[in-house]
């Protein structure tokens, strides 16, 4: 579906509309097709065959045309909302977990803490990366699968259902792990403070996710997301990043 390195063709088989997606080699097409598998449609694009060595799937078929993303804001952050609660099913012990992706956080922000000139943050702000980090790293977390990767532009138009996922990236723990992904993804449109507190609080309310626990993972994956920009030469992105690591602690 939606990636800048896969080619989707639409296919009929025996008369029936599919897409078919083909992927390079490299991509981690066998850990997108366990995903898929994983949640079989609930809230995701069907997959119904698959040759992961080639890299290809055949798909349900969606509208490549329409994603979230086009949608007014706090409506779209309520689908999001909405799918986050709907993917959060039961999931089996092995897959990686939010609680080991905080670990590893901890250790990056106490790195970071330990070389000032390099902070992309103020002391203050840090302070409370390691403090949120140390939370989610030390506290229990639910068998419950999450997708790693949600955001508008992963998010199509169908007609099984409204809105689905696509590209979704499994992992288990807490089901709003990415939604400081949701906020700096669509910031500008929030020009006000209290407008991303409205779309956070929307969040929060639809998702039924805890207040403290989503704040701590605005935080925590705009500290990362605002660590690797600046290592990459992104611009606009780490601007917003700081936005909300300000706002939120």
Known sequence: MHGSNALVVPVLREREAFALRLTPPGDDVAAEAHALRFWDGRGTVRLFDGDEERGAMVLERLDGSRTLGAEPILPAIEVLAELTRMLAIPATSDIRS??????????????????????????????????????????????????????????????????????????????????GRVLWSRLDELPGDDDVIRAFDRFVRVAQVPTERARAWVVLRSFSYLTWGIENGLTEDPVRCRRLISLFC
């Open 98 to 179: 939010t609680k080991d992706i905080a670990a590893e956080l901890l250790i990056a922000a106490t790195s970071t803490a330990a070389d000032t000139e390099a902070c992309p943050v103020s002391d203050r702000e840090l302070r409370r990366v390691i403090e949120f980090a140390a939370q989610r790293a030390g506290a229990p977390i639910a068998d419950t699968a999450v997708d790693g990767d949600l955001h508008f532009e992963q998010v199509l138009a169908g007609s099984r259902m409204p809105w689905i996922v696509v590209d979704p990236v499994l992992l288990r723990g807490d089901p709003e792990y990415d939604l």
